[in-house]
């Protein structure tokens, strides 16, 4: 067998650069926008983010620290999850600036607030897919002993889906080809996927 580096996380991992986000990886981006009690937009991205149900659809992101994106969807409960393509790359790590809470990230990055159909909080007009979402718990984790950390996961519904006309081939979702991007490892990795990643395997009968 191939010999392993072998480490307990509470120990430290002994590497250049904490291998754990790299393993589990690529992933979705949660490039998430709240509106603040005072009416002040908020536009963040998050690399811990994925879907959790069908039906209802429900959608969470973590946030490391009890940023504004928490407070804002605890004050508000609204939040709307937006894609994060190739295109919007640079766009979106902008929005990743570690800045006060008085500042509008669509304005810093130059995106366009859209109305929303359900929900207040706006959703980005360039991005091809949005969800507008209720929330439907936050959770703050806790390590295996039950000692609280300061990690917050927010959940919430989908109630409202905005798709581009142009991303539905035959009424199916064009994942190939909807330029996606996702966090890798790193300090600094990202991936796009295209058609050239697709393959097909349907389940066993």
Not at 47 to 57: E, I, Q, R, V
Not at 96 to 119: I, K, Q, Y
Not at 152 to 175: F, N, P, S
Request: include cysteine.
């Amino acid at each position: 067998m191939d010999a392993t580096h072998f480490y307990e996380p509470s120990q430290g991992h002994g590497l250049p650069h904490d291998p754990f986000n790299a393993i589990v990886g690529p992933r979705p981006i949660g490039w998430i926008s709240t509106r603040a009690k005072d009416g002040v937009l908020n536009l963040a991205p998050y690399s811990f983010f994925n879907a959790f149900n069908y039906l209802p659809p429900i959608v969470g992101f973590c946030s490391i620290g009890q940023k504004d994106s928490v407070r804002n969807v605890e004050a508000t409960g609204e939040f709307v999850w937006n894609l994060v393509t190739r295109p919007l790359a640079e766009q979106m790590n902008q929005t990743c600036a570690h800045v006060p809470p008085e500042v509008d990230e669509f304005a810093l990055a130059g995106l366009t607030p859209v109305a929303s159909r359900v929900v207040s909080v706006p959703r980005v007009q360039e991005s091809p897919v949005s969800f507008e979402c209720r929330l439907s718990q936050i959770v703050r984790l806790t390590s295996a002993a039950g000692v609280p950390i300061d990690s917050w996961l927010v959940l919430g519904e989908v109630v409202g889906v905005h798709i581009a006309q142009r991303l539905l081939k035959g009424g199916v979702y064009d994942t190939a080809n909807a330029g996606h991007i996702l966090r890798g490892g790193g300090p600094a990795d990202y991936f796009s996927i295209g058609p050239e990643q697709l393959f097909q395997m349907h389940r066993p009968r």
